[in-house]
């Protein structure tokens, strides 16, 4: 990567601009995303280990496109083997199914249907065989008592797994004239396997999962450092974890270096283990240095610039997003290590301008907390539009969960202090509330900016992109008008 011109203060993603440079890409789809960082994710996306963003349902979802969730550290560590378990056993091209038995009511249909996207419960019997389904069209005008039984539609499209990973144009043609472009799969045995929707079969071509050597979906689990560490990451790497993520606030202290090492301990040589060990947050070359000396395989950049924390207001501390990563990646690639850039990002630019200045992979909160995936329950304002709550991991909201063990006094203590918000609202996008949908907008979006640099893979794009600086009229030229204005 180029700067045209060497700055003299510390920049954000929105001081920053790509100058297109001559290019032989020739598509958006001939550029890879693939990380270099062991993750094995084939889409440089993280979903945060925040527990309004990573839950069972965000983890499968990014997985299958490519990605990789982490989940929080907050949850209980069977709580946390169980998420791992199912994501583990869940398959890597058909979207789960949210099913009910014929007993099932109408309110428990309605109150299932906000957590996919496919819009469709299966009503199947003890043996998980298809009975019927049902969908808004069928619930409207209906009584929440009323059993699903009563009113289901039985003519429900089912296509068996074989047939659902033929050939995907021939696929999709099939399952584009199914009612509501999706089909219900089933496995040889003929028992309800999953979802595959039209446009699930288009992902399915453009997108490759992220699978460990097993061929299941990848998945990651963090884990705090005040706590047993290497116990708690034995269960987790046991159960399946493929990342462990070391994480604080404040990366670059003496506990979390200790940390660090004593999981390093655990999994011995990085060459003989599959598992990666990410450790942060930081934002200097020298807490970058100290963590991979001390056994961090990837480093997690970021101190304040995340939606929901309130860090930089309350104590001063961080440093612009843009800088960080760019010395942090310089310092861990001449040791061997890779840097995730973590928080920050808003727009599909953001996510290419923190891979040009070295990110392997992007890490994502907030943003994605507004999606069908993520584990809160939906809500609709007073215009109907439809939200999740969001909150920072240092509030007071998740340091009450995280303290619920502890006595009254030491949680009453730590109440005191919090560097997080504790409720906000994400809105799902009009006609888009999918985590995939995100997805789709911010690979279009880092493809794009490839073909501009022409880089054909992540690598050439921190190679070849020219970094340009803008003042905020120059950032304020480049968005786009919702309306007129004269």
Known sequence: MRLIHEPTTDLTYDDCFFVPSRSSVTSRFAVDLSSDDGTSTTIPLVAANMTAVSGKRMAEVMARRGGLAILPQDLAIERLVEV??????????????????PAGTVGQARALLPKRPHGIVAVIDADRRVLGAVSEQELAGRDTFTAVEDVMTTDVPTMSVRDARGEAAQVHARVAAAHHEAVLVTDDDGRLLGVLTARGVLRSSIYDPALDARGRLRIGAAVGINADVVSRARVLVDAGADVIVMDTAHGHQDRMIEAVAAVRDLLGDPEATDVRVVAGNVVTAEGTRDLVEAGADIVKVGVGPGAMCTTRMMTGVGRPQFSAVLECAREARQLGARVWADGGVRHPRDVALALAAGASNVMIGSWFAGTHESPGDMRTDGTGRMYKE??????KRAVSSRTAAEDAFSRARKSLFEEGISTSRMYLAEGAGSVEDLLDSITAGVRSSCTYAGAGDLAGLRERAVIGLQSAAGYAEGRPLATSWS
């Open 84 to 101: 791992i378990t199912a994501v583990k056993g869940r398959d890597t091209l058909v979207d789960h199914p949210l099913t009910l038995d």
């Open 390 to 395: 969001s909150f920072g991991m240092a509030s």
